[in-house]
């Protein structure tokens, strides 16, 4: 299903050339379209060069999907096209007032800071909050799930060496549409240096506070979910591609980080440029159950 973008929206030439088709907002207001409003907090560096990699996935869904980009008044974004920004990007405030069904809390490069410590973590804990009352399903991805465990209680860890690659995920739970439940394990991206012991969400569900929803040996619990399941978290990237994994080791060797090595199940070399049939999946499920 189409994309609402505007016309004039840059991430159309990105979308367009992977067959991504969009519509502008008067079209999507055909009597047998579903509109989804989806909020999302972008946090990622170049925010308008990422757009495209977490569209894509969710335009494979039957819905039709209007992204609505939201600014925090606390972030710099320094790395971000600031042009971009002040036209296409608009406060929580009147993003809440568009009728959103969910929100998206991308990932940010902040996993070795403590949450304290980020410039703008008290505006985005307020917000976060707000939305868990206010909207049907908010989904952190990456950072961003470890910054909803954080809400609940529930602590994250450095790594000595970045998790970075792709791993296999076996689902502990049935019936959602999430997963393909023609399959107890999938593959998934993941690129961080931070993470959650699985002895602490194994205590927090024991509490009642999560449901733990996927885990494998060497990348733990990787998606779960407050009980009241306002709060999704995936602490991987199923937006990712295998070639932005590529990317991410030669910029990670240029920075010079010694705690990186080559992205483990990725062919560098031959690495696609499409989402995980996981990614898709598990996105356009958070989509569906949104929908009353």
Known sequence: MPLVLPNDHQARAALREQGIACLCEADARRADLTVVRI???????????YEPMLLAPLATSD???????????????????????????????????Q?????????????ELAYEDVRYWRELA?????????????????????????????EKTSFAHKLFGVYPLARRTQGRALF????????????????IDDAVLEAAERA????????????????????DRRYLAHLGHPEYTPARLGFEYQRDLQLGRSDVTAPAGVDLAHAPAHALSHGRRFLTGWLRELVP
Not at 71 to 97: C, I, K, M, N, Q
Not at 99 to 110: E, F, N, Q, R, Y
Request: charged share 15%.
């Open 39 to 49: 909020g999302i907090i972008n946090l990622m560096p170049a925010a308008e060069l």
């Open 63 to 97: 819905l039709a999907v209007v992204p609505v980009w939201i600014r925090l008044h606390t972030h710099s974004y320094a790395s971000t096209d600031l042009g971009h920004l002040e036209r296409w990007y608009v406060p929580f405030e009147r993003a809440l007032a």
């Open 99 to 111: 009728a959103m069904s969910g929100l998206v809390l991308t990932g940010a490069p902040v996993e």
């Open 126 to 154: 307020e917000l976060l909050s707000v939305a868990r009352h206010e909207l049907r399903s908010t989904l952190g991805l990456c950072w961003g799930g470890m910054a909803l465990g954080k809400l609940l209680g529930i």
């Open 180 to 195: 393909d439940d023609t399959s107890t394990s999938f593959e998934c991206a993941q690129s961080r240096h931070a993470g």
């Open 208 to 227: 009642g506070s999560v449901h733990l929803l996927a885990h494998s040996a060497p990348a733990g619990y990787t998606i779960f979910e407050s009980a």
